[in-house]
């Protein structure tokens, strides 16, 4: 949460000229909802079900860039897809960043408690080492501008492609 998925994955997509997707943004179109309710009403399993569809439906599209919510690689069947499917990349920032961009953020569910920092601590200590399992290649975003951020993904990326 935070790290800049989307806002980096869609200026992503228009360098490459690809399309851009959101797996959250797809699940809230689906269920005429935002995920806070999709919470509310179904639970984090819920959420998660709904999750683990989305992304079979999305990652079987091509010339994408796919930003996911930052739980989705907790399940090994997303993992799994995402891994076979696509080209992975983890974009890292500390937690303390990940509070500044999210503090505001009333979308976000699993912070929405006394002490979203530490969640936020918590959350990384378990996903991080699941995070960089799974990537192809793993980006900081910590105190960087988006721009930046894209250029040295793009750069990375011709620089793998044969």
Do not use: W
């Not at 909802?33 to 992304?55: C, H, K, L, N, Y």
């Not at 076979?84 to 912070?111: K, M, W």
């Amino acid at each position: 949460m935070g790290a800049g998925k989307s806002t980096i994955g869609r200026q992503l997509a228009e360098t490459l000229g690809y399309e851009f997707l959101d797996s959250d943004q797809e699940i809230q179109q689906r269920t005429g909802v935002d995920i806070p309710t999709v919470f509310e009403f179904e639970g984090e399993a819920g959420f998660r079900a709904r999750e683990r569809q989305v992304i079979e439906d999305l990652t079987e599209q091509d010339g994408v860039v796919l930003a996911t919510g930052g739980g989705a690689v907790m399940v090994a069947e997303n993992r799994q897809r995402l891994a076979a499917r696509g080209f992975v990349i983890y974009l890292h920032c500390s937690a303390e960043q990940q509070h500044a961009r999210t503090a505001r953020d009333r979308n976000r569910p699993l912070l929405a408690n006394e002490d979203p920092l530490t969640t936020l601590k918590e959350l990384m200590a378990v996903r991080e080492p699941v995070y960089r399992q799974v990537a192809d290649m793993v980006v900081s975003t910590e105190r960087r501008g988006t721009a930046s951020v894209v250029k040295e993904i793009a750069r990375r990326l011709e620089d793998e492609t044969p």
